[in-house]
């Protein structure tokens, strides 16, 4: 069984750096794309970026474009979220999700329809 184990997250000043967690197990992820996800009070659910886990190739939401930084480590099975120059904007519970694609089409790698399996999340708070 997939399980998806998010941490890092805390409070952190506007400016300041937090990075975030996801460690996988359950199955061998080549081929899989990990995502990251966040979900503010109120708001639906959107997409921060994600990571093809055999190629490397990378996909940013243009919010966090230049300020975040997706990794992975194919040993320790584990995807991280480097956060830099964190805003306000950014507080939310990060979430990251398991799903399989077969083309490079963002709107598809965006949407949280396409991925199957969660992690529990992980609460940021920036204050300003």
Do not use: H
Not at 47 to 60: E, H, L, M, N, Q
Not at 66 to 83: E, H, P, W
Not at 97 to 110: D, E, H, M, T
């Amino acid at each position: 069984q997939v399980q998806l184990v998010e941490s890092g997250g805390g409070l952190v000043q506007a400016g300041g750096f937090l990075r975030l967690s996801c460690a996988a197990s359950g199955r061998a992820f080549t081929g899989y794309t990990m995502g990251w996800f966040r979900q503010a009070p109120g708001k639906e659910r959107e997409f921060v970026s994600a990571i093809r886990w055999t190629s490397g190739i990378t996909y940013y939401a243009d919010s966090v474009k230049g300020r975040f930084a997706i990794s992975r480590d194919n040993v320790k099975n584990t995807v991280y979220l480097q956060m830099n120059s964190l805003k306000s904007e950014d507080t939310a519970v990060y979430y990251c999700a398991l799903g399989v694609f077969s083309s490079n089409i963002i709107a598809l790698i965006a949407s949280p329809l396409n991925y199957g399996y969660w992690g529990q999340g992980t609460q940021v708070t920036v204050s300003s």
